[in-house]
């Protein structure tokens, strides 16, 4: 919807908003404005952009090269009235489009999560009085309240609150709530930063507020990101691309051979019908049937073994795409990090120390020096961690062996840091019952706690270190005497602990001896009891998995909402930035606001050379990812909220999280990550390139069948005489082979190197030279094997029958011992090992057994004329075939030991 606009509402004073939107705040809109206004602008809901028909979107499956292909392959089976041959065809060419047909409604299915996830109760002020209304009933100009636990139903410009915090991680990175004041802000504010400002689909977590709704539906910034979704581009992957330019050249190679069988016969005065049929034969023997059946069959399989690995692949070609991956782009929250606030550090008694383990488990131990210091624990340590249990107002609760914080962050992680030491809140509690409370508010920047204690009472208080030490006037020290404090080195300790991006509260406690708490009670004669330093850490596991993508060559970059310091420490404890030889470094950081000032040019030289963007708003997400585009990466991006879909969507791949990933990226994505690990990444990665290598060695296989077959139909018209096999004996051999030999390389385990070579360049063909050069040496041997075999046995008396069925079963059987060579394209099969694919022995038993049918059964002879042989031709056939395997793996050697290039 159109809103009623002003450039920086964030900018301008709470009574000149609610001026300009002709509202009250005290009573709010009328009952009848309301409805003018949602007639006018209409409901506060996400517009679902218009998409292609179903009919549309199916028949757009079929526009690809490789699909005209086949569809003249199940064209010519059809004239050649051969039914079964022609509906298998024409079948593999329909799962595809169903396939690609259904994987259409990935952008549809985002935006309807987008309006799912902004519908909710609002509670609004209408005539003056305070009313439940279903949230896209909303308008511009209403007065809403919001408390904690409410989503916010539409972006609001605050006007008063108390202790307003909102969980904004889902829209900003944010990895902690924000505290929210009314006061205007600079009109250069970004979005994150926009304190006085909530906005449509974020969670309030502490205080209450009431705010003046100024954008709607898709004028909010959920809508703006819907938007965005809708606009970013759908992406081929690096496989569709060069299938289609492949199949491109593939298409215009075969109609010219057929044109050129055609004119030398003409030429050479045979008849216009049996040249006609011989070019149809050359045609039907060069097109790869097999070839999209592979393809998806391929992936497939791929999808499987992703699942097992917890990767769930929401788009076929996606699982590719991930092996020639260059740049994997990453949120930082929940997607690098644990998304659970840890205490690291405690400073106490003029001591540091060390908290160890992750997350809102209670398992790690404080350590000092390397030792555990539960048994023998300072005085001013023990307090500083009471502190923390005390002055809390949230609670560590576990189900099914996960921890998990009702409340704060923040505070949750004070809960675990005290739980470590052994301290419990029930325990406390009963020790020194809280008697009264003073909340956390953003002007104070403090909450204070009293309890009940012997001999009085002791007041807890915990807050930002300038206000803590401001009120404080001694220490304590670590046997828990009181003493001078030194402020300036307490600040400069602090600094240290912010330097590591750790976020910092300071500690303090005070005996009085009345059972009421006032603020003036927290503003002096405070003793300072320590520091704790927490942050949202990185995952262990990810660690790693940032080092294997580094060692095979992948790019990684973090994205986030979150702040500079923080960002660029979590990069540099990740290994993010770090040259593949491990060279130790300070990552190169960028913040949303240096980002805005970038021309596009500007931007695309800046995405290369940074490994760490912080404060960056969800456009400026989609910038970056368009940048490394324009430098032909490949790009991945993982994220977790609702601000990375659009990214997300305009990636190569999308990669969402399962567990903590809103509907939004999850639909967005391309693929979904069910335990969140970006470890998982890794597998997928190595996957991904496994997949492709086995693509490659299928259509390594695969030419040389049907080259061979066009040479052998080309010799035979150009030398002038009878064809060595007939079109459906090439049908035969090319669907079975296809299915019983190729079909097996899908299964082929990765090799040992996968992950120890850098990513494919995108723009780099699918075979290389040397492949190439493999495919051309393997047909001519096959052209000079079968033409000279047929022409020798037709010149010493074999009937013309025999003869194919000796020409077809050649075929095949160096088919069948080339399978073996193309396991590994680069090593001998005893290398790999010769039973580390059970499957290919499977498919050349079968194959060996149909040709043993279609060369003896007698309704496979009358089918495809062919005719029974001898043992000598037997003989014959697997002497060459054999021949044939120990050449290829002779060339082989030779690349891989002689000319150091075996790729």
Known sequence: MESLVCKHWHHCPADEVTTLLSTHPQKGLSPFEAKHRLEKFGPNSVTAKKQKGPLIRFLLQFHQPLVYILLAAGTVTLLLQEWVDASVILGVVLVNAFIGFIQEA???????????MMTTQATVLRDGKWLQIDSVHLVVGDIIRLQSGDKVPADARLLSCRDLQVDESALTGESVPVIKKEEPLDPETILADRR?????GTLVTYGQAEAVVVATGDATETGRISEMIAQAADLSTPLTKKIASFSKVLLVA????????????????????????????????????GLPAAVTITLAIGVSRMAKRRAIIRKLPAVETLGSTTVICSDKTGTLTENQMTVRRIFAGGGLFEVEGNGYAPDGRIVAGG???RENMSVALAETLTAGLLCNDSRLVEADGLWRIEGDPTEGALLTAAAKAGLSPQDAETKLPRKDVIPFESERQFMATLHSAAGGHVLYLKGAIEKVLEACSEGLSADGKTAALDKDALHQ????????GLRVLALARKKIDRAKLEVEDCLSGLTFVGLQGMIDPPRTEAVAAVGVCRSAGIAVKMITGDHAVTATEIARQLGIGLTKDGEDKKPATLTGKQLESLTDEELVAAAEGTSVFARVAPEQKLRLVEALQARKHVVAMTGDGVNDAPALKQANIGIAMGITGTDVSKEAADMVLTDDNFASITAAVEEGRRIFDNLVKFITWTLPTNGGEGLVILAAIMSGVMLPILPVQILWINMTTAVLLGLMLAFEPGEADVMSYPPRKPDSPILSGILITRILLVSVLMLSAVFSIFTWQKSIGYPVEVARTVAVNLFVMIELTYLFNCRSLTRSMFKIGLFTNPWVLVGSGAMIVLQLLFTYAPVMNRVFHSAPISLTDWLLIALIAVAVYLIIGLEKWVRLHVLKNPR
Not at 106 to 116: F, T
């Open 493 to 500: 300790k602090a600094d240290e602990l912010a330097a590591e």
């Open 196 to 200: 006085n400002m909530t906005y449509a």
């Open 371 to 373: 030792a555990d210091v």
């Open 106 to 116: 990935k952008a549809e299915k985002a935006i309807e999560s987008l309006k799912q």
């Open 254 to 289: 075969i109609l010219a051979l057929a044109a050129l069988t055609f004119g030398v016969g003409l030429w050479r005065g045979e008849g216009a019908v049996d040249m006609f049929m011989a070019a149809v034969a050359l045609a039907v023997g060069a097109i790869p049937e």
